[in-house]
């Protein structure tokens, strides 16, 4: 199979996206100029984006970033984004709730603090909308003229919003039997939407041969040729957490897994915290969670692999379901390095964990917040994720968009004439 290294029609002169200084690969670190390249073109290893970070003190920059603005731009100053960056159209996401979540620490007996990172908060109520928003400046930066992407559902509606604000043309693919909110939601916002007649693995396929294509000319994939900036929105989830915590690291984050990228990024970024001196340098765990019905990383972690062997995807988590992870590896590398772990819930214990978020803390999830909570839960039980840390879970996604998951067991407590002689038969009254 021939490698694709360089795609789409590239300005060639030299581009402005603030400290990122290069693309470097993370097998060989050899270094690339910055462009919409996104496998090394020596060991077809991913490239990633290397910086020239701020070099002043940490206290200025701490100062400098609680004087931006309240969303992603704050951290402006550590991503691949051009100077003057908040006053461009974009969805501008992020600087979304940490919710100090005590009920549901109560439930699970966790006593070191246990914080849900609420991402449904973002403009398409999915932490896909910080990806898409770097990559939006790269796709400018490059020149393309259509944003495109292959998505399991949430990225396609990012990139449609994204795309009508920055008034760039869009195109994306997405597997033809997604959940009627995902479509509708990547479909609303006027761009073209392309249901392919197969799962995440074969969208992404068809899109990476349309990269090669002339058909595919001008476009940037934000998942694929503007993966390395894509990646770096990531990051911002770690920065929030821990600005939000007060400058300091928690002790354990849970964190779903489709890709993987997320995951990575949020490794990646409380590693720039550590060495920009914004937090103190402890240890700290990352826990990755899938579904079971795709759990091929959790399946390698579990048996010890460094390898991870693609499934077929066949669970209600859907904007999880990526048979084969592009950055499972590194996941692997991560949770092992870290001390964390990487665990799958069944779809049965993805719906009760949906509704011990809402139930709880008035905070309904999708499929994918279902996942992470779920494997929370399971790994506390496990005496895994040890309850009396400061625990972290992301909550990546938004319930009305999976109302599937829960709709036959959320109904209408009891249907009634309008009469107070019903009510009393219904027996919901205080009398
Ligand atoms: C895409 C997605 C993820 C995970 O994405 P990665 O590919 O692992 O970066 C998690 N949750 C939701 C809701 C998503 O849409």
Known sequence: MAVQTVAGNATTAPVDLGPAAALSCRECGERFELGPLFACASCFGPLEV???????????????????????????????????????????????????????ARELGVTGGLYVKDDSGN????????????????????????????????????????????????????????????????????????????????VNRFCSELIGDPLGEGWGFVNVNLRPYYGEGSKTLAYEICEQLGWRLPDQIVIPIASGSQLTKIDKGLQELIKLGLVEDKPYKIFGAQAEGCSPVSAAFKAGHDVVRPQKPNTIAKSLAIGNPADGPYVLDIARRTGGAVEDVTDEQVVDAIKLLARTEGIFGETAGGVTLGVTKKLIEAGVIDPTLTTVVVNTGDGLKTLDAVSATSQATATIKPSLDAFRAAGLGTA
């Open 123 to 202: 403009p398409t109520h999915s932490f896909k909308d910080r990806v898409v928003a770097i990559a939006v400046e790269a796709a400018r930066a490059f020149g393309f003229t259509t944003l495109s992407c292959s998505s399991t559902g949430n990225l396609a509606g990012a990139v449609g919003a994204a795309a009508a604000r920055a008034g760039l043309r869009s195109c994306v693919f997405i597997p033809h039997d997604l959940e009627q909110g995902k479509v509708v939601m990547a479909a609303v916002y006027g761009g073209e939407l392309v249901g392919i007649e197969g799962n995440y693995d074969d």
């Open 50 to 104: 290397a910086y020239d970070l701020p070099t002043g003190s940490p206290e200025e920059l701490r100062k400098r970033i609680e004087a931006g603005p309240d969303n992603i731009w704050r951290y402006a100053p550590l991503l691949p984004v051009p100077s003057g960056v908040a006053e461009k159209p974009n969805i501008n996401p992020g600087f979304t709730k940490l919710v100090k979540a005590d009920n549901l």
